[in-house]
């Protein structure tokens, strides 16, 4: 009698299961999708159950040590969906496992959130800069940490500001002890969700509103809608709706936005229309909290999952619809293996689990535009052509740097004078500007001006960026910091140049520029702390800030009806980045955050300043003809083909040793090939070459591209996946349908 054994699946980088024995006791409650735990050399770790009564291992098997719960963990269709993404994506099976679920029911608990954390806060009355420039005259560092927490919101950790930020404890002391600020324990950092005030909901639906979700009515279960609608032309509401159909007929869904649109006005939109029966999964959750909220779904108190990323994976019971709102954003896609998209594995699931899924967009990403393009059946288009109300569209004005006049004293920040006429123009009505700068710190890059030579990153091949508040060079791939040398590493010449202006010069000369004006300023610095975006938007919300300043963050999704002033100070920063993706990466940047624009009664203007004004991208985004730049790209991505048209893989090599790094693309290269021609398939090697980023972290890259049909690129993933799994050092990453080549 060897008694039952089980198949026991582990999250680790394993693409099979182990064999474990049930003792007696545990035997009859066992079920496929149980977590149990389980000892593998020493350890004990949580795994899944993927099959029982499996054939009998060859050495002894150990034993299941419990199952701590009553039921399954990952339903069948999850495991089915678990199965594809390890396939799909060329992941191992144990990773594509892990993804799943969320860290603390694989027992990887990092403890509750810091609800008793010390918070140093600002007090109120704030000098004006002027008066800074007297107060902190001797004091500079303490200058840049009070104008380090102005940036966070005017409050932030302590343990942040020592630990991320570098500020010494008896410098923040001295800061309170000069009664600029106040260290408090109270819970200013409660969760802004919590108990959020529901917004009610428009009484009722526009005509085109109507349509959508009649329409949405014949799409076959398992197919797709993509709601193609201009911002402002009221997508949310037809979510909503489409929700509330599922949830009266007793089912569940997912709403997935991007982590950035998870704001609390998104947040109020669902609690009016559903309640507590909303669950939101955002990255400020503790992991205690973020598995609460999955038990919550799983038993179905709660029905509505609302969530980024990773909430395509809620465990919902009587999944019935999906939404992937923004379906064009590149954070839908995951950083690590399973390299998984989540607006695919969606569709996946919705066909998995006979759901429905809608795409919402202003800017449809051009895979999806393709699909509308073709007579692709699985596919329904839903169009908003109008803002709510007929509202117009904001009128886009180019302003071609070139040639227009710019206000000196700002220097080198570009700043125009018809840009800072119609902030002036802003500020006398009381109204709200937005300016729009996508590249955070204070300058791109410090130059010598004796031998021009650059400051590089130690670890990567990339330029140091500069940055106040806390001062210093920063690396924005691999975060390494040291301050600003006093003269060239080179030549040791002492007049060093910043070029390429950051969101923290364009805060600067807007503050000298409009003194009385109160800025907020948006970017990775500022949004580093929990909820610090939250607080920065509800500050816009209730008035309190007359210009967002920010990078790409500020375009996304946020309804402020007071906004009547778009400014794009330099809109050519992503444009000629060495990615296909470029031009249309920067249409979608400008139509959205021209979308911020004119969103009240009181209408609104884009201005987009650029060295640029002939390129497509711009030219169409000044139109707010969408289709007709998706039309042009996709006529530019036949030839060279680019995706839509092929599927794409991208292998990237990396190692410590440059030679070896070069070498394996090499010789994966021509092994590639090779596959190719046995087993005749229509497939492209481009490469091997250095990544256009060639060193992160120490860390050589080299890559190899291939491309060509999606059934083509399916079998070529899986065998090169063998092979990734085989490869320790250099490291072989597979990244299919990659969002960025850089
Ligand atoms: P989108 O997501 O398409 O950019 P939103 O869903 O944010 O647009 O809607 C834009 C604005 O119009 C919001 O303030 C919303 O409350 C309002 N709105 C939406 N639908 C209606 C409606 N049927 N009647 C009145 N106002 C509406
Ligand atoms: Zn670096």
Redesign the pocket.
Known sequence: MTGRLARILLPLPLDSSYTYRLPDALADRAEVGMRATVPLRGRTLIGIVTGLDAEPPRREAKDVTSLPDAGPSVSPSLLELVEWMARYYGAPLGLALRAVLPGALWGSDSGAAHRDERILTLEADRPTLLEREQLFRRRPRQRELYEAIEALGGAAEVSHLRTRLGFSDALLRSLEANGYARVSRSPVFRDPFADLPPTPL?G???PA?RSALVALADVPVGGTALLY?V???????VYLEAVRQVVDAGGSAIVLVPEIGLTPQTVSRFRGAFGDQVAVLHSGLSDGERADAWHLLQSGQRRVAVGARSAVFAPVPGLGLIVVDEEHEATYKNGEAPRYHARDVAAMRARLEGARLILGT?TPSLETFARTEGNDATLTLLRLPDR??SRPMPPVELVDLRTAAVVKELLPVQWTTLLDDAIRQVLERGEQAMLLLNRRGFANFLQCSQCGTVRQCPNCSIALTVHHAPSGLRCHYCDHAEPVPPACGECGGAVQQMRGVGTQQLEQAVAMRFPEARLARMDLDTTSTKWSHQRILGAVERGEVDILLGTQMIAKGL?FPNVTLVGVVDADTGLFLPDFRAAERTFQLLAQVG?RAG?GPRGGRVLVQTRAPKHPALRHAAHHDTDGFLRLELANRAAPAYPPYVALVNAVFSGQDELAVSAAAARFAEWSGKLFEKHALPLEVLGPAPCPVARVRERWRWHVLVRGPGRSIGRYVRAAARVASRHREPRLMLDRDPVTLL
């Open positions: 428009p009722k639906l526009s509103q609608g911002t402002g032309s009221g997508k949310t509401l202003a709510i109300e309804d979308g969103r």
